[in-house]
T-cell receptor, first 114, second 113 residues
Framework: NAGVTQTPKFRILKIGQSMTLQCTQD?????MYWYRQDPGMGLKLIYY???????DKGEVPNGYNVSRSTTEDFPLRLELAAPSQTSVYFC?????????????FGPGTRLTVT | QQQVKQSPQSLIVQKGGIPIINCAYE??????FPWYQQFPGKGPALLIA?????SEKKEGRFTISFNKSAKQFSLHIMDSQPGDSATYFC????????????FGTGTRLTVIP
């Protein structure tokens, strides 16, 4: 199993550009998450999904959109990139509901908006 | 608002020392407290977790101590090794409902040989 994979690894965007961060998991997990990690701030939840076709906002959803058309894929869309979106983005998945289920993280995408 | 407060921000210990990382939370609805370990360039990975019905949990050299009345928990690393050098995040969530983790701000640990 590859686990959780993310592409691209690095990206530089100009202000106002848009892009999609890709996330795929091969563990047949129903639950998937997007986090951003800023220095000294820990990880903040952007969006999560409890299954195909179902998504919901986390702590910091503004400026982002998600979709979940399949169990495996959970792309994150930035429509109008802003410098405040410079961060490292992590996708994660888990088998079940409730905090007891381990979240498996991908390797991250480092995004710079200039 | 930071739901989980973590300290210190960074920690340097000699090999064999016992680094201690502390976390505190306010929301009494939290009932699951995992610790994640992150190496540079990698995503976080679950290290150890505790439920509030116990005061301590050990897995190998890693121990979580939990104080429910104080709403605090801490990670102790026994006989620390240079390979333990990483960033450690505490987190909190509820055992039921959506599996949304609230992370602390992280502690960068350096173990000097």
């Amino acid at each position: 199993n590859a686990g959780v994979t993310q592409t691209p690894k690095f990206r530089i965007l100009k202000i106002g550009q848009s892009m999609t961060l890709q996330c795929t998991q091969d563990m047949n997990h129903n639950y998937m998450y997007w986090y951003r990690q800023d220095p000294g701030m820990g990880l903040k939840l952007i969006y999560y999904s409890v299954g195909a076709g179902i998504t919901d906002k986390g702590e910091v959803p503004n400026g982002y959109n998600v979709s979940r058309s399949t169990t495996e894929d959970f792309p994150l869309r930035l429509e109008l990139a802003a410098p405040s979106q410079t961060s490292v983005y992590f996708c994660a998945s888990s088998r079940g509901t409730g905090g007891v289920y381990e979240q498996y993280f991908g390797p991250g995408t480092r995004l710079t908006v200039t | 608002q930071q739901q989980v407060k973590q300290s210190p921000q960074s920690l340097i210990v000699q090999k064999g020392g016992i680094p201690i990382i502390n976390c505190a939370y306010e929301n009494t609805a939290f009932d699951y407290f995992p610790w994640y370990q992150q190496f540079p360039g990698k995503g976080p990975a679950l290290l150890i977790a505790i439920r509030p019905d116990v005061s301590e949990k050990k897995e190998g050299r890693f121990t979580i101590s939990f104080n429910k009345s104080a709403k605090q928990f801490s990670l102790h690393i026994m006989d620390s090794q240079p390979g333990d050098s990483a960033t450690y995040f505490c987190a909190a969530s509820k055992q039921t409902g959506a599996n949304n983790l609230f992370f602390g701000t992280g502690t960068r640990l350096t173990v000097i040989p």
